[in-house]
């Protein structure tokens, strides 16, 4: 990448930029305004890594024209704005979805541009994702189930979302006969075959108000992007429990946090051994290439655990992760630390990732 651009290659520069986000396989571009410069930076396979950087007097022609490209207002530089344009690769000939965060800062407006590339996903099994074949059978079996709460866990950046669209577009081939909608903020791709909705918080269209609108669409399966408060909690919890098969994601460390999380957000126990079906925690680990010595793609890590009746007793006694989490190992199920364990003893990735993952799971 060239350290410095002219005002009048900014679409040129931003094209090269994209160009170069998509031949190294990149999920996000920053540009991340300082003092003086204004710093490029990539996230490939998880990790941050600087990719260059140009003149701060060109920041605002930068912005301007991304915000142009994603329908954004350009007289606005004092709140943080959304948006998302597509490109396609002179290179490849690839669509690539282009998901733009746009927020002021000391030094000027900061950009995040999320990649997502729909071709990258069009094959994506269960197996790819990382499951194990015995976990594959696991949750498939819970996506039999015509009514119930399955909960995907895990930090931002863990594969969540991946794991609900996988999951998604298993459920559309397999229940051709069934109606599939989703909630998310935002949609990240589109699914041929179900319905999606983006909700929009600013105009009072968010989580709960448009789960009670399309309970009035007759729908068979519905995902909810994310449990973020109680209210959404409880609408989830309630399909669930009026014959619906409900997806949704929340942010907990593993599985045996997600039902105290979602007692602290002030649930009542009795409705969640009701309602939860399949509790799912997950991470991303870096795999290593030992012919060439460096980290390639990411796989994910699992946990997934069918909510059976100890554990339906232990959600209404209100037991501590501590407690659910001895009663998983226990009974013989795969925690997080287990699959880190299985991946370097298959040489899949290298001590270095697994003390990274055990370091983040330890401090949770």
Known sequence: MEKSIYQNDIHIFIASLIEKAISLNASDIHIDPQEKQVYIRMRIAGNLHESGYFDSDLLDLCIGKIKVLSNLRSDIHDKSQDGRFYFISEKTNERVDIRVSIAPTFYG?????????PDNDKHKSFSELGMSNDQIFTFKDSLKKTSG??????????????????????????????????????????IE????????????????????GILRQDPDIIMIGEIRDKDTALAAIQTALTGHLVLTTIHAPNAAS???????????????????????????????????????????IFEIVPVDNEIKDMIH???TPYEIEQYLTATGHTLLRDACL??????????????????????L
């Open 258 to 300: 997600i039902i105290p999380r979602l007692i602290d957000m002030g649930i009542e126990s009795y409705l969640l051994s009701s309602s939860i079906t399949l509790i799912l925690s997950q991470r991303l680990i870096r795999v290593f290439d030992y012919d060439i010595g460096l980290y390639g793609h990411r796989k994910g």
């Open 149 to 190: 709460l399955i909960i995907v866990a895990g930090p931002t950046g863990s594969g969540k979302t991946s794991t609900l669209y996988t999951t998604l577009k298993y459920l559309n081939h397999t229940n051709q006969n069934k109606n599939i909608i989703t909630i998310e903020d935002p949609v990240e791709s589109s």
């Open 317 to 319: 006694k209100k037991k």
């Open 193 to 212: 075959g179900i319905r999606q909705i983006q909700v929009n918080n600013e105009s009072g269209f968010g989580f709960k108000e448009a789960l009670k």
């Open 342 to 363: 299985d991946m370097y003893s298959r040489h899949v990735t290298t001590e270095e990732e697994i003390n990274r993952i055990s370091l983040d799971l330890q401090l």
């Open 109 to 117: 407006e900061n950009c995040v541009m999320r990649l997502l590339r």
